[in-house]
């Protein structure tokens, strides 16, 4: 089996380049084993619970059964309950969190953004600097949570996005060379519907046309963080933004190119439609391929996403999330040694690649394509070339903006203009108010 090891060489320098700037208990597994007897079979007996509960209150819906499989296999081995509750998809997980905060039902441990999303949470995010998987970590995956030194967070996994297409239903439009170029995306579009395939199967989520695409034009910018500040100080305007300009061609093309029903499609009906072959080609990242598993065995490749001629169109990666220890809890130990016991043990790390799907952001565990799946092997091939990750450069707020106004343009209720001057009016609102 082909080890991803060179996906960690590569990611470790496009991420570096796209950021910028930049003792828990290890049980070991060793608790919780079965006594022996004469005839060398093993009894089962039960780990005595613990009077701890640690609570994790996470957005990936992707790996949402599987991690409470993990939490169940974790408190057989230890006795300490794991209380998982997900909130993603469609759902505001950072307002929701801070429902949950201001109720006074603190998580042990959740998850934030790096850079300025992780601001908030500064008085609750527990220094894990020195905890021992620390040194393992890719150290541009740690970066956007790296303050003063200190690391505030475990990188989750690292994760690429582009345009994943069906190679069946390319076959079967005689679609023969693979697009790198907005022009010869749009030649693909027209054989696909000549063919009587539908093009891409979009949808309306915020946080996916929100996030993900509007990145397409930060990540391109000829120095983003740079961009990304002068949009701050108001000294970047959107609408006289080149590339913003360019960017709006290829999202024109996905949105008039979709299913019917876009405006009323959530994620999980995207991935869905994707999986059952509806429609060739999907932006989304990786960690779709386990829900796309659940329904069809699909033999899928990944389009860099051209916004011009250029021909310098690419992928775009970087650490999906982080898991951050609450320092107000009483619990925090413990929670530090559950993350310990995901990323140390043979059951935790069997849980990140071959459950979660994980492409892991620690150089200590070791995945498989066959691990982390095709559409995983696929972003590790182009994972050198990729662009960064710039969306959480700006505090919470803007991109839920930048969501709600790509969703009115999506709908025909706003035209270009309009949707790039609210992309810098959602910043004025927020940060220069």
Known sequence: MKKLSILLVSILLILAAGCGNGNGGNNGGKEGTSPTTETGQKEETAT??????????????EIAD??????????????????????????????????EIAAGSEPEIFNAEGFAALEA????????????????VIESAAA?????????????????YGIFYNKELFAKAGITELPKTLTELEAVVAKLEA??????????EWWSIGHHTINVALAEQPDPVAFVEGTKAGTELFKNNE???????????????????????????????FASGKAAMIQQGNWIQGDIDKVAKLDIGLLPIPIDDSGKARIYTGPANFWIVN?????????????????????????????????????????TTEDVGQMGAAVSEQAASAGGWHWGRYPDGVTQGWGAAMQEYQGGQIN??????????????????
């Open 48 to 61: 005595p619970k613990k009077d701890v509960t640690i609570k994790v209150f996470q957005f990936k819906v």
């Open 66 to 99: 599987a991690l409470n499989r993990m939490a169940e296999a974790y408190e057989k081995e230890t006795g300490v309950k794991v209380q998982v509750e997900t909130h993603g998809g469609g759902e505001d997980y950072n307002a929701l969190l801070r429902a």
């Open 121 to 136: 949470y500064y008085d609750r995010a527990t220094d894990l600097s020195g905890e021992p998987w620390a040194k393992d």
């Open 144 to 160: 956007p949570a790296k303050v003063d030194g200190k690391l505030l967070g475990m990188p989750m996994n690292i994760e690429g």
């Open 195 to 204: 063919a009587d395939i539908t093009p891409f199967v979009t949808t309306n």
């Open 243 to 273: 590339i913003f300009q360019k960017w709006t061609k290829y999202v024109d093309l996905v949105f008039n190119h979709s299913q019917k029903d876009k405006l009323t499609t959530d994620y999980a009906t995207q991935v869905a439609t």
């Open 327 to 367: 320092s107000k809890s009483k619990n925090a130990e413990e929670a530090k040694a559950f993350l310990n016991w995901m990323v140390t043990s043979d059951t935790g790390k069997s849980y990140i690649t071959k459950e979660f799907k994980f492409i892991p952001a620690l150089t200590s565990i070791k995945a």
């Open 416 to 433: 270009k203009d309009q949707l790039l001057d609210k992309f810098n009016k959602t910043i004025t609102d927020i940060v220069q108010k």
